[in-house]
């Protein structure tokens, strides 16, 4: 279930501005507004209820950190990536 490095490569390079860090998978959105940045996470909050894969989620002014892996497995799995896809769908 959790991704070998090499399929995690493969799945980043196919995900705009995601990285690994310390076993998870980042990514920051810059929002145009304060506004925006809560109004995106308003819509990934529905995603990750849709999914039942939740991201931690930081709100930095217009700067939105969010960071996900999949705690029941110990990783990083398709969850994650199936997640990340869904956010670069919301904005
Ligand atoms: C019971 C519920 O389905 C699980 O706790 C879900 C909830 N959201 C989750 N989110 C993340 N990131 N990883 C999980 O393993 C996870 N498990």
Redesign the pocket.
């Known amino acids: 279930m959790v991704l070998s490095q090499s399929e995690l490569t493969e799945e980043l390079s196919r995900l705009n501005g995601w990285e690994e860090v310390n076993g998870e998978i980042q990514k920051t959105y810059r929002l145009e507004t304060f506004p925006e940045a809560i109004q995106f996470v308003h819509l990934v909050a529905d995603l990750a209820e849709s999914l039942?894969?939740?991201?931690n989620i930081l709100i930095e002014y217009r700067n939105v950190t969010l960071t996900?892996?999949?705690?029941?497995?110990g990783g990083i799995t398709e969850?994650?990536i199936t997640l990340a896809k869904g956010c670069e769908e919301l904005v």
């Open positions: 039942d894969h939740h991201p996900v892996s999949t705690h029941d497995e969850k994650d």
